[in-house]
């Protein structure tokens, strides 16, 4: 075989390693372009065992045209993520039809590592960078094997490559802990890249916070300074909406609403919350915090509806602290504020507005109104339900007067409506109500099943005042998150006799959560903030950061240098360990008279031997052998000096 002929075991490495590589793609690829992959990897791992000619440069151009279009067709375009990485997949796949060379090899390999880079566009997991860090040593073991003179084994390829990427490690986490950080990814992510990303958003219509309620997705991760608080404090506040049609709500302008505030513009009534969250993404602008917010994180705003905004839409974990005042007192409504809380369409629901309309003429002041309301709730026969049936023509009127099911969106927004239809300045705050304590890191896990809406009125004395009109029909809403498991009518599974397995399955759950937590906190949230405040720490020496950050990088380069070389010695060292041991082998030969001459080579003296004693020949050619392969070969294995050390050992002349 030639030196530019490929061996059957490297393609066949090539293709494994390529396949780990592909793998978690395998969920976000379309079945056939999955199914084209596999059939042209086995199509040139067929060739490459029975020896045929590849496909011939006609049918390689039909076949790229052909997938060309089809992913085209799939996705309207080649650029963005989805397309991109399919067309990646499929060039590479196509690529395994022309696989002729090392050159070649090398080319796959590092489209490899290129592909390797795109898995983080959909997870940037604990789990998943493990695993890429298996396949980088993979694709390197590769690249080893290609540049070996003698064939070796997969796991002497796979130790070598183990020690380069070890040996990367120190300076990978100086770079990531000194390299100056970016606000956002070092490059622009295609405009698809968070395409996939569900939350709340900033406008509310029948059904919209329930598709919410049924998913474990988590939104952030809340840790306290403190003991957690109450749980009818857990109002994580999101979009504030303002404006209604009379079924579909919505934030309203920017101008409107959203000018932030130069300070704090509400009375505290007791002492703050401290707490920092690891927000998930979900391309939006507002961050969540517990009523009301008393800072502001860098890079966000608060506005006069006491929401936090971001000043770009968060499409990374983000790490930020704040401080919540969970009792308050909010100033008086200026004009305007009390003209946009007021809001209703010129026409619909008349039943609402007339009964609205007798609460005010009955009723001594707002608070009575806003009883009668709940009462109202209470004490007719409304249901708590993920799965409202659908209002055809006056949503407001319908729910409160026919159907009487509904989740808590359908509750706020028709609670807001009668508000204002009675002339009570209200309206309608979205954000997650609640959370689930994880005992192993001390923290709450908030979920998308927790998404919530409620009310807010503006009363005179109080200022803005949180109503809950979905606590009238399910009071355990308050004390408690939404578990979409114990809702419907559903089988379920009891283990009465293994509460234990449960139990241990839940804290094997919440430690893993845990873990994943630390990981998005230090890694994946470590951003310019989190950087300027290691250096602020590092700064606190007598020395300046740049002068301690260039002294840490000097360190990891010493470090670094310092594994090599005694990586070297270790060579070294078991070269020296081959020379001792063949010595002992000569020594035990020449107890009987077959002393090896000055001049004589492993090989010469090998055959001597032999002819003088044919039942040693078999044992002294493979010592020989072995001595000369750890003496002389450019890439001695480290498997051979242990078999040569029992060979010398077992040799009984």
């Known amino acids: 075989m030639s030196p530019d002929e490929l061996r059957p075991a490297t393609v066949t490495r090539l293709l494994l390693a390529l396949s780990l590589v592909a793998a978690?793609?395998?969920?976000?690829?379309?079945?056939?372009?999955?199914?084209?992959?596999?059939?042209?990897?086995?199509?040139?791992?067929?060739?490459?065992?029975?020896?045929?000619?590849?496909?011939?440069?006609?049918?390689?151009?039909?076949?790229?045209?052909?997938?060309?279009?089809?992913?085209?067709?799939?996705?309207?375009?080649?650029?963005?993520?989805?397309a991109g990485v399919?067309?990646?997949?499929?060039?590479?796949?196509?690529?395994?039809?022309?696989?002729?060379?090392?050159?070649?090899?090398?080319?796959?390999?590092?489209?490899?590592?290129?592909?390797?880079v795109t898995n983080f566009l959909y997870s940037q997991s604990a789990f998943l960078a493990a695993y890429m860090f298996l396949v980088v040593m993979a694709l390197t073991a590769l690249l080893i094997?290609?540049?070996?003179?003698?064939?070796?084994?997969?796991?002497?390829?796979?130790?070598?490559?183990?020690?380069?990427?070890?040996?990367?490690?120190?300076?990978?986490?100086?770079?990531?802990?000194l390299f100056p950080r970016v606000a956002g990814p070092l490059w622009g992510l295609p405009k698809d890249a968070h395409g996939g990303l569900s939350g709340l958003?900033?406008?509310?219509?029948?059904?919209?916070?329930?598709?919410?309620?049924?998913?474990?997705?988590?939104?952030?991760?809340?840790?306290?300074?403190?003991?957690?608080?109450?749980?009818?404090?857990?109002?994580?506040?999101?979009?504030?909406?303002?404006?209604?049609?009379?079924?579909?709500?919505?934030?309203?302008?920017?101008?409107?609403?959203?000018?932030?505030?130069t300070g704090l513009n509400y009375e505290t009534l007791s002492e703050p919350l401290q707490y920092s969250i690891i927000l998930e993404p979900h391309n939006r602008l507002w961050l969540y915090a517990l009523d009301l917010p008393a800072s502001v994180p860098p890079q966000a705003r608060l506005t006069a509806d006491f929401q936090l905004h971001a000043t770009r839409p968060v499409r990374e974990r983000w790490l930020y602290s704040v401080a919540s005042h969970p009792d308050y007192r909010t100033p008086p409504l200026s004009d305007e504020e009390r003209k946009r809380a007021l809001q209703l369409p010129p026409e619909g629901s008349p039943r609402a507005r007339a009964m609205a309309s007798r609460w005010r003429l009955e009723s001594p002041n707002d608070v009575a109104i806003v009883q009668r309301a709940l009462q109202r709730f209470r004490n007719e026969p409304f249901v708590y339900?993920?799965?409202?049936?659908?209002?055809?023509?006056?949503?407001?009127?319908?729910?409160i007067f026919t159907t009487r099911r509904g989740f808590c969106g359908h509750y706020a927004a028709s609670f807001v409506f009668l508000m204002r239809a009675a002339g009570v300045p209200a309206r309608v705050v979205t954000g997650y109500q609640g959370g689930e304590v994880n005992p192993v890191g001390n923290y709450l896990i908030v979920r998308q099943r927790d998404a919530h809406a409620w009310a807010e009125v503006w009363l005179p004395g109080q200022g803005w005042t949180r109503i809950d009109p979905t606590a009238a029909v399910a009071p355990e809403r308050v004390e408690m998150s939404i578990d979409t498991s114990a809702?419907?009518?559903?089988?379920?599974?009891?283990?009465?006799?293994?509460?234990?397995?449960?139990?241990?399955?839940?804290?094997?759950?919440?430690?893993?959560d845990t873990f994943n937590n630390a990981w998005n906190q230090w890694v994946l949230a470590y951003g310019p903030d989190r950087q300027a405040s290691l250096l602020s720490w590092l700064q606190g020496s007598a020395l300046p950061w740049q002068v301690l950050a260039t002294l840490l990088l000097a360190a990891v380069f010493a470090l670094l240098l310092t594994l090599i070389l005694l990586w070297l010695h270790r060579e070294r060292r078991d070269s020296d360990a081959a020379t001792r041991l063949y010595s002992r082998y000569c020594r035990k030969l020449a107890h009987r008279g077959l002393g090896r001459a000055p001049h004589e080579g492993p090989t010469a003296y090998a055959k001597r031997v032999a002819l003088a004693r044919p039942d040693l020949a078999l044992a002294s050619a493979q010592i020989s052998r072995l001595y000369s392969a750890l003496r002389y070969a450019p890439y001695p294995a480290p498997v051979w000096l242990a078999r040569l050390r029992y060979a010398v050992r077992h040799f009984r002349p």
């Open 145 to 177: 094997d290609l540049n070996r003179h003698q064939p070796a084994t997969v796991g002497e390829d796979l130790r070598v490559a183990g020690r380069l990427v070890v040996l990367a490690v120190p300076l990978m986490i100086a770079l990531f802990m």
């Open 201 to 261: 958003s900033d406008e509310m219509t029948p059904g919209r916070i329930s598709q919410l309620g049924q998913s474990n997705a988590i939104v952030f991760r809340a840790s306290f300074d403190g003991p957690f608080p109450q749980p009818q404090q857990r109002y994580w506040r999101g979009p504030v909406l303002w404006q209604t049609d009379g079924e579909r709500w919505q934030a309203g302008t920017a101008t409107e609403h959203r000018s932030p505030l």
């Open 487 to 512: 809702l419907g009518e559903q089988v379920r599974f009891h283990m009465p006799n293994q509460a234990w397995l449960r139990q241990s399955w839940q804290t094997l759950s919440y430690g893993w």
């Open 24 to 82: 978690p793609h395998v969920v976000h690829l379309p079945l056939w372009l999955s199914i084209v992959a596999v059939v042209l990897g086995l199509w040139r791992w067929l060739v490459a065992r029975t020896a045929r000619p590849l496909p011939g440069t006609l049918l390689r151009v039909v076949l790229t045209s052909v997938v060309l279009l089809a992913v085209y067709s799939r996705y309207g375009t080649l650029f963005g993520r989805e």
């Open 86 to 116: 399919s067309l990646l997949i499929a060039m590479l796949a196509l690529k395994l039809l022309e696989l002729k060379t090392p050159r070649d090899v090398y080319v796959a390999v590092f489209l490899g590592y290129f592909l390797i």
């Open 385 to 399: 339900t993920l799965q409202p049936p659908l209002t055809e023509n006056d949503f407001v009127d319908e729910f």
